[in-house]
């Protein structure tokens, strides 16, 4: 397998530029190899933001393709409205989409039933499943993910397989569970994992932290972390971005300003390709002292109307469809609306995720982030309240199944919109959850519906989130979380007794979730 010249640092992609990295690429290509010969792999890039951690995982699958692996990306985005396994669901669900019925019966084989739990479009593909036998909750789990970590083993037999998992910093907890079991039990296999994940956002309590240290112990696990580019590969970034050659003061102020982030570097070559600071004798002063400001700087040159246009999207999410945008931006007409998004596109601050399917994404998550920590908390709230709404329009029958997002939305939006809409579809999500065995996931939505409800009288929607809760906590492995569930489904139990409500209280008194009431 060739290795990344020596003759130069730039490497030729669809990306773009990308200059150096030639260390990790190697070690990256070290992995996919070993992955085609049959021992899987698992890796993770690891740096602070903007310094090319997903650039460089795109570089690797470019030439993973060219090896005859098939690349399947799964990624995180910050918001809490994406549902468990999100990034799981991208990845796998795409891959079902093009798979024959028959390969995909002979590669999930029983398992096929437990998988669906968890892409219920599976079921079109196979209509003849039949639901899964009833487990007690950590069997479920298991199987779940044997289930899945079986079928991505017989895939890679076929045909070698590439997953990325980006920005696994903002993962949710029953994804990364489901990474630590894949690792237990994809050696031998056709598999390379790559995750990226900002370290600078990952304390000791984060979910990711544990998932870390369970991964550490495997051989089959690599770290490698991003630093920054080098005063020479600066240099090359410049030219080869924008023409522009740096004269030596130039260069060593905007590496030690920098630090070699390629997402910095980028934005401060932007300013210098415009010809305007590089000829002012204090240009020195004018260069930005962070990214955010240098990102504040790219959005400053785009019009007024732009900027109101991002802002919205910008609470939306990293990503966010056209159909959707208008309906929020209803004093632009759709020519107005296409018309800004171009100015927004040339500017390279969204990127079309796919041609012609009306779907944007930032070109950068920091471009969202500084976008929606400029808007007052405020406004922050009635725009989720204007989306919540949308939404509700946008999805009309099908609006249950994106139960998730909605509860996001409308739990930002509660302090004007009050609780219903929260309650409602917080209850879904919980409920989905439960279903797909991401007990921590239900057990926050339930939690944050309650502590929404704290102040108003227990009614049948707080016994509702009430039984939810403490079924989620019922299912934990922690004997005091198991505790509070028994006093959660209590509170519930005795509010249907009262109330008459025989049925909800033979529900709660028959849950298998919870021994005590047996």
């Known amino acids: ?12 992609s669809s990306g773009g530029v990308f200059v150096g990295r030639q260390k990790e690429l190697a070690e990256l290509r070290s992995a996919l190899e070993e992955s085609l010969a049959g021992r899987g792999q698992m890796v993770m890039l690891v740096g602070e933001p903007g310094i090319g951690k997903t650039r460089t995982a795109q570089e690797l699958t470019t030439y993973a393709e060219t090896q005859g692996a098939r690349v399947l990306w799964g990624r995180c985005y910050e918001e809490e409205g994406a549902p468990p396994y999100w990034r799981w669901i991208q990845s796998i669900g795409s891959f079902i989409n093009e798979q024959d019925p028959d390969q995909l019966s002979s590669a999930m084989g029983p398992g096929a039933a437990h998988i669906a739990e968890l892409i219920p479009s599976l079921r079109e593909k196979l209509p003849d499943l039949t639901d899964p036998p009833a487990l007690e909750p950590e069997p479920a ?17 076929s045909q070698p397989l590439v997953i990325v998992l980006d920005d696994l910093h903002w993962g949710d907890h029953a994804s990364l569970l489901l990474l630590e079991f894949l690792a237990r039990g994809m050696a031998a296999s056709n598999l390379l994992l790559v995750g990226t994940y900002r370290d600078v956002e990952v304390s000791r309590q984060h979910p990711l932290s544990q998932t870390l240290g369970s991964l550490m112990r495997e051989q089959l696990f690599r770290r490698i972390q991003l630093g920054g580019l080098t005063q020479q590969e600066v240099s090359e970034f410049a030219e080869l971005s924008a023409g522009v050659a740096l004269p030596d003061n130039a260069l060593d102020l905007v590496h030690r300003r920098t630090e070699g982030n390629p997402l910095f570097v980028n934005e401060i070559v932007r ?26 700087r790219r959005l400053n040159g785009l019009s007024s109307e732009c900027n109101r246009v991002l802002t919205t999207a910008a609470v939306v999410g990293r990503q966010f469809n056209l159909d959707l ?49 400029e808007i007052s908390a405020a406004r922050q709230v009635r725009l989720h309240a204007r989306i919540g709404v949308a939404l509700e329009e946008l999805y009309g029958a099908e609006v249950e199944t994106h139960a998730a997002e909605l509860a996001h939305h409308f739990a930002e939006a509660e302090p004007v919109l009050g609780t219903e809409k ?79 409500n025989v049925e909800q209280a033979v529900a709660i008194a028959c849950s298998n979730t919870f021994p005590a009431w047996h």
């Open 422 to 500: 929260l309650v409602r579809y917080s209850l879904a999500a919980g409920e989905q959850a439960l279903a797909a065995y991401a007990w921590e996931e239900a057990l926050f939505v339930f939690d944050r519906a309650l502590a929404a409800k704290e102040e108003q009288p227990v009614d049948d929607d707080s016994a509702a989130l009430l039984f939810g809760l403490g079924r989620s906590q019922a299912a934990m492995l922690d004997n005091q979380t198991r505790i509070e569930a028994y006093s959660n489904m209590k509170s519930a139990f005795d509010f249907y007794v009262d109330a008459g």
């Open 1 to 12: 397998m060739s290795q990344p010249s020596s003759q130069s640092s730039h490497q030729a």
């Open 325 to 373: 945008l208008e309906e929020l931006s209803s004093d632009f007409s759709e020519d107005q609306l296409l018309e800004l998004l171009d100015e927004a596109l040339k500017a390279g601050v969204l990127e079309e995720v796919r041609m012609g399917a009306e779907r944007f994404q930032f070109q950068h998550a920091l471009i969202q982030e500084t976008l929606v920590s």
């Open 141 to 157: 789990r298991f199987r779940l993910f044997d289930s899945v970590t079986t079928f991505l083993k017989n895939a890679s037999q």
């Open 271 to 296: 300013l210098l390709s415009q010809g305007e600071v590089v000829t002012d004798p204090g240009w020195a002063a004018m260069v930005p002292e962070g990214i955010r400001d240098a990102i504040g």
